[in-house]
């Protein structure tokens, strides 16, 4: 059980471009989504949380005009990255809970984006 | 400001030597400590959540543990397969807040 997946998993873009990514919990219902950025060999930063049918909650720093997030259902949350620039590029991860009197967040297989 | 920090930052054993990984943690209304294990290029995998001081998890050669400040990733007769990056994360009244990992190298 609690199983997260998200689409897609490389994505190539060219600057100025938008892309979306989908993150999705398979066998369970999402009650809140978390969206992180990690560069490579630094832990995990959290951009923003999402409860479904809410505006999401973006970290200090974080463009959120930039980075789009909609979580429309109890099993799906997307990130939409508005006019790349080579910065973006990164590894998104998403992350979900239950809600069920647990706080332990499982993790999507998260996406590898390169902005050219 | 809630923080987590990890040591090592990189650890190599050989086959079967049995180790400890650490982290200490400085949050305030600690909702949980989590351990999770990432591979490279892979989101991180749930391994174990502790809840209070003394809480103790096992899973296979894995066992963690936890006091007020810090809590231990034992590995113990680790294999090559074990290798991986630890990620430790605390749960604070606010946030998630990650540690910045142990990379760990079993070399048979």
């Known amino acids: 059980g609690a199983v997260v997946s998200q689409h897609p998993s490389r994505v190539i873009c060219k600057s100025g471009t938008s892309v979306k990514i989908e993150c999705r919990s398979l066998?369970?219902?999402?009650?809140?989504m978390f969206w992180y950025r990690q560069f490579p060999k630094q832990s995990l930063m959290l951009m923003a949380t999402s409860n479904e049918g809410s505006k999401a909650t973006y970290e200090q720093g974080v463009e959120k005009d930039k980075f789009l997030i909609n979580h429309a259902s109890l099993t799906l949350s997307t990130l939409t990255v508005t006019s790349a620039h080579p910065e973006d590029s990164s590894f998104y991860i998403c992350?979900?809970?239950?809600?069920?009197?647990?706080?332990?967040?499982?993790f999507g297989p998260g996406t590898r984006l390169t902005v050219l | 400001e809630d923080q987590v920090t990890q040591s090592p930052e990189a650890l190599r054993l050989q086959e079967g030597e049995s180790s400890s990984l650490n982290c200490s943690y400085t949050v305030s209304g600690l909702r949980g400590l989590f351990w999770y294990r990432q591979d490279p290029g892979k989101g991180p995998e749930f391994l174990f959540t502790l809840y209070s001081a003394g809480e103790e998890k096992e899973k296979e050669r894995l066992k963690a543990t936890l006091t007020k400040k810090e809590s231990f990733l034992h590995i113990t007769a680790p294999k090559p397969e074990d290798s991986a990056t630890y990620l430790c994360a605390a749960q604070g009244a606010q946030k998630l807040v990650f540690g910045q990992g142990t990379r760990l190298t079993i070399n048979p």
């Open positions: 992350s979900a809970i239950s809600g069920q009197g647990t706080d332990t967040q499982y």
């Open positions: 066998d369970f219902q999402a009650t809140t």
